[in-house]
């Protein structure tokens, strides 16, 4: 991993650089673009590979034949997050603000309400208002610089309209990791009131050195209300491809989100499906243990 070669973005349609002004009046010359999740060095070889043979072969026609890159993600969880996936499980997105703009139409009406473990990552919020659904805020209690769950007062503030809750494991922008008892406690929360528990966990592979993220799915009781939500793109800077899953165990939850997904004419990026399978690999890995040293 090189942190030290600069790599020039200004006027190269970055978000973070090029919206700078526009959307906030402040120079590029004069901010640090630290607004979006989106860093300043280039992916694996392999990722730069994947797609300089793309170019190479200069066909940019529809994806199809999903094999590889399912075999990648399963590959990948089972070996960095010891998750047995199903590949039938597994829906691809255009990214997971898109994934959770779909389960809200899967799997909430208009008016509902959604839970958020606030402060948390702001596009959850928009896409929830912007469908018509109600954010229900849970706050997050702030002690000696730890975000930590208040339960019983989140209980005091759902109304029963809450159908939802969605969860940011580990939590942007609060950076912690939940324990598996945190999240054991979120899971039961949610059995309480009825919610589906979507776990958005873009960020589950930079943990710091000695932590451990748990996967959702691994706590008891949840499978008949979870929703998982997982991408390459944090992990390889690889947000301009788009790309992510929506990983669904339970049969009545999965036929709900493809209604909602069919309805929505998804269809793969190819760029973004090569990229990932080739993140998802043996060298893809090794780039990210030399990373986290
Ligand atoms: C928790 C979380 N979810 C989703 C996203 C964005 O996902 P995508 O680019 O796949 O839509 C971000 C981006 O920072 C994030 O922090």
């Known amino acids: ?118 402060p948390v990552y702001h596009a959850f919020a928009r896409v929830i208002t912007a469908a018509g659904r109600q954010v229900v805020e849970c706050p997050l209690t702030l002690n000696d610089g730890r975000y930590e769950l208040d339960i019983p007062a989140w209980e005091a503030r759902l109304t029963g309209r809450e159908t939802m809750l969605i969860l940011c494991s580990p939590h942007n922008p609060g950076g912690r990791v939940w324990t598996a008892q945190e999240l054991a406690q979120i899971a039961a929360f949610c059995a309480r009131h009825d919610l589906i528990l979507v776990s958005d966990e873009i960020h589950h592979d930079l943990v710091m050195p000695g932590r451990k993220h748990t996967v959702m799915a691994h706590i008891d009781g949840v499978a008949d209300r979870l929703v998982m939500m997982t991408a390459t793109t944090k992990t390889f800077n690889i947000a301009g491809a788009h790309t992510g899953n929506v990983i669904i165990a339970d049969t009545a939850l999965r036929m709900r989100f493809a209604a909602a997904y069919n309805a929505a004419g998804m269809s793969a990026n190819s760029f973004g499906m090569f990229m990932a399978t080739a993140a998802y690999s043996p060298d893809g890995a090794a780039w990210v243990d030399a990373l986290m040293e």
Not at 23 to 30: I, K, N
Not at 72 to 87: E, L, N, S, Y
């Open 1 to 118: 991993m090189d942190f030290d070669t600069l790599t020039p973005r200004k006027g190269t349609h970055s978000v973070k650089w090029d919206m700078m002004q526009p959307l906030y009046g402040v120079s590029p010359d004069d901010g640090l673009a630290m607004w979006v999740a989106d860093m300043e060095f280039r992916p694996p070889a392999c990722v730069q590979t994947a797609l300089e043979k793309m170019l190479a072969h200069g066909i940019y026609g529809y994806y199809g034949d999903d094999a590889e890159y399912l075999a990648a993600i399963q590959w990948w969880m089972k070996t960095r997050h010891g998750w047995d996936v199903d590949a039938k499980h597994i829906f691809t997105t255009h990214g997971l603000v898109n994934g959770t703009a779909l389960c809200i139409q899967a799997f909430t009406e208009k008016g509902d309400g959604v839970v958020l473990m606030t």
